[in-house]
């Protein structure tokens, strides 16, 4: 298996991202119900993530759909082993 570079995460991007990764995928208004942010914050969050490549973000009806992309999730089995994926 390909080792994954370091990327530096702040603690509300990986939290974000763990989220994510837990769930599949989600919606910016779910994201923000279950990690009780705002909706700006965990969109500021989403935009740096997909900036290091690590979600994949799609427009739906009034909110954005996001995913962890492929190197997001290995870079959250790397941080979080005991993680079982949900994809």
């Known amino acids: 298996m390909k080792q994954i570079q370091p990327i530096a995460l702040t603690n509300d ?3 974000v ?3 994510i990764t837990e769930n599949g995928e989600d919606d910016v208004i779910g994201l923000s119900h279950g990690l009780r ?4 914050r965990v969109a500021q969050q ?4 997909r900036a290091k490549k ?3 973000i799609k ?3 009034g909110d954005l759909w996001v995913r962890a ?11 979080w082993p005991e993680m079982a ?3």
């Open 13 to 15: 991007e990986a939290l």
């Open 17 to 19: 991202l763990q989220q």
């Open 37 to 40: 942010m705002s909706r700006s």
């Open 46 to 49: 989403l935009e740096r993530l």
């Open 54 to 56: 690590l979600v994949t």
């Open 59 to 61: 427009p739906t009806c």
């Open 69 to 79: 992309s492929k190197r997001g999730r290995q870079l959250v089995r790397y941080m």
């Open 85 to 87: 994926p949900a994809y």
